[in-house]
């Protein structure tokens, strides 16, 4: 059995995501494995360091960003999660969204790099350039959707699309007051779901909302500390979107690995 180190992941969970890495065929024999190269990446993205600053022991800092950057291109970490979704506990599902300060070097995008959402989802606040990741977790607080945009997007701007890749007959959607809006309401109730969404203060109809319900939505609130510990989660360096995203994917993954 092999002693992981600070943030590797084990044998267990290796063998439960080994296969679904691709074989790495270049015509010569590769220079390290795909889980040396694995472990490589968890430990860049937990300490936020610099790949030029990755460890000897996970082998030259170059083949480890390519064999990334190969991996996030074909998407393997959100097909990796979704494979790994296992009876997600659906009574309750809280949808929220945590903002990312953006870093000056994950700037500068070129305008015909691949992007998955309008700007490279950075968008301009009173908190200075930022991304939101907006996320479902389910009743035991584990990650079902993700979206990316910026920082400006009002989170009921979001709501809808994460939804729609969700049934929600007989869920119930917990959700903060930004999540009110009549729209959003009627989209549920006409998927056969519930809401827990408390009214504004200042709403003239107000609806009714079981508070004691409501107090299920720290799971997401969890969620979020729990990824913010992946420093480059914590601060967005990437440039890309969808390399971003899939940062976020591999922090999944280890969240339905343990």
Request: some cysteine; glycine content about 6%.
């Amino acid at each position: 059995m092999t002693i992981p180190k600070r943030y590797e992941i084990t044998d267990e969970q290796w063998t439960r995501i080994e296969d679904l890495f691709p074989p790495y065929r270049t015509g010569r024999p590769a220079k390290l494995s795909n889980r040396q190269a694995f472990n490589g990446v968890l430990w860049l993205l937990k300490s936020g360091a610099a790949w030029r600053d990755l460890p000897e022991r996970y082998g030259p800092w170059k083949t480890v960003y390519s064999r990334f950057r190969l991996w996030t291109d074909a998407e393997l970490f959100e097909k990796m999660f979704e494979s790994l979704i296992d009876d997600p506990d659906l009574e309750n599902v809280s949808l929220d969204s945590t903002s990312i300060r953006v870093h000056q070097k994950a700037t500068g995008a070129k305008k015909n790099a691949r992007c998955l959402v309008k700007n490279q989802a950075i968008g301009l606040s009173r908190g200075g350039r930022t991304t939101k990741i907006h996320a479902v977790v389910d009743g035991l607080g584990n990650p079902l959707r993700f979206l990316l945009t910026g920082g400006n997007v009002h989170d009921s701007q979001a709501a809808r699309p994460l939804l729609n890749q969700l049934s929600l007959a007989g869920v119930n959607v917990i959700a903060d007051k930004a999540y009110g809006t009549a729209e959003l309401r009627q989209y549920i109730e006409a998927e056969h779901g519930q809401y827990t969404i408390p009214p504004k203060s200042n709403t003239v109809n107000p609806w009714p909302c079981d508070y004691y319900v409501y107090r299920e939505r720290h799971l997401i609130e969890n969620f979020f500390n729990q990824i913010k510990n992946f420093r480059r989660v914590a601060t967005r360096f990437d440039k890309l979107a969808h390399v971003f995203l899939e940062t976020i994917y591999v922090t999944a993954v280890l969240t339905w690995l343990k």
